[in-house]
């Protein structure tokens, strides 16, 4: 079993930042992923990282903008959230996986484990 327990997430102007935290406990997995799902649409992959190697993969709508990050000794991934758009409004997911590929797929289903989600409101 893999505990996901996710906080930083909050209310930030158009143009801001936030930093997502996910603190991982129990099995070592392969993949870290972070998704968001807003109201009326579907949960989206946001990124992924493989644990052991720090590679990292961002969907387009992000890339540039966010960054995945990973604290070895604490066994915490990190979603650095720049140049926020309101947009970017949803209930955002930290998950894990065994599999070796899903960080680069994104394939929600192959994702074991959730967090709990934690809300970013963007206001413009």
């Known amino acids: 079993q893999v505990q996901l327990v996710e906080s930083g997430g909050g209310l930030v102007q158009a143009g801001g930042s936030l930093r997502l935290s996910c603190a991982a406990s129990g099995r070592t997995v392969s993949s870290y992923g972070w998704f968001r799902q807003a109201p009326g649409k579907e949960r989206e992959f946001v990124g992924g990282?493989?644990?052991?190697?720090?590679?990292?993969n961002y969907a387009n709508s992000v890339a540039g903008r966010f960054t995945i990050s990973r604290d070895t000794a604490k066994h915490t991934v990190y979603l650095q959230m720049n140049s926020l758009k309101p947009e970017d409004t949803a209930v955002y997911y930290c998950a894990a996986s065994m599999s070796g590929t899903s960080w680069f797929t994104g394939t929600a289903t192959l994702y074991d484990y959730w967090g709990q989600g934690t809300q970013v409101t963007v206001s413009s």
């Open positions: 990282m493989y644990w052991s190697v720090g590679n990292s």
